[in-house]
């Protein structure tokens, strides 16, 4: 079934057989790769390994999801990257992404000239249900990517709803749950996979892990992708460091108490900004970020940079005019903020 969908030229690929998949056991003597003699104890005169298996292992220790199903990427870009790759015909196919939304989806298909249908959200900024189903019925596109918890709104889409959508989808359903660690009682598409394997799933380390710098996503979908994505990935696409980085990540005990920490931090903020005269709206949010609108959200921006604080101006986006997304920082950054948006007038 998913051979189908695979663009024809991927699914007869030969994939590059790097020396260090083609040898992985232990020996004295790795002549086999070009690499340099020279090198440290830190082993990176060697080439990492291709399968990112020590991570993958402890993922599944950790985090739950079964080894045979996970991939990784450099980030979850090169995942998104990659997927529009393996699934769509240049100058033929198409996406569908409900905006607005993170803005990658479409760049990464225009890239590889794959066309993009945009599904406005409704008005409370939730799915439309009922424009995403007939727009499939009619442009059956390859891939739907649903991104929930939504970049840049926040707002977490039911798995009920996600279901319905994937099951009348013939193409790849992508659910981005890169800020999934944020919502409570958060339900994962992971566990959907398994009754429709056009389900994959995105998850990164760059956000409740705290790796953003070094760049490790994760696709998690049924092996038979799994194994597709393994071909057309670069073979080191994951680095010995951002390998490293992933595995002290998922041994680091307090990641959960940070998470906990920024969830407090995003509500009192949410509820600091309903007290200023000059926020319209707070938009409840279930992600590391809180997006509100302002009378202008262009002097704000401004104000808040001459105080040295960079904050994202999402006014441009369809149905986002005159609002600020401000990511959930240290106690002390968020201090620094709401003093100086405490002293301005709008
Ligand atoms: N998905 C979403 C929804 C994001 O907001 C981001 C980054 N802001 C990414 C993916 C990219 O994550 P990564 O750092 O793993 O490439």
Known sequence: MIDELLNPWIRSLV???????EFSGKADI????????????DGINRYPDPLARELR????????????????GNGSDEVIDLLIRMFCAPGKDCVMIERPTYGTYSVFARTSNVGVIDIPLTSDLNLDEDAIVSAIMEKRPKIVFICSPNNPTGRVYPLSTIRRIAEVNSGITAVDEAYCDFAEHY?????????NPRIVVL??????????????????SSPEIQQVFMKVKPPYNVSRPAEAAGLE????????????ETIERREAFSSFLRTLPYVRTVF???ANFVLFRVDSAARLYDYLISRGIVVRNRSSDPMLENTIR???GSEKEMEALKEAMNGWRG
């Open 15 to 21: 994939p590059y057989s790097s020396a260090r998949s």
């Open 30 to 41: 790795l002549l086999d790769a070009n690499e340099s003699w020279i090198g440290g104890n």
């Open 57 to 72: 292992k402890e993922m599944e220790r950790v985090m739950g999801i079964p080894y045979s199903m996970s991939a990784i």
């Open 187 to 195: 339900e994962s598409a992971v566990s959907a996979i398994e009754n």
């Open 203 to 220: 998850r990164t380390f760059s956000k409740a892990y705290g790796k953003a710098g070094a760049r490790l996503g994760v696709l998690v």
């Open 249 to 260: 990540a998922l041994h680091d005990c307090s990641v959960r108490k940070r998470v906990q």
């Open 284 to 286: 409840p949010s279930e």
């Open 326 to 328: 401000v990511t959930i």
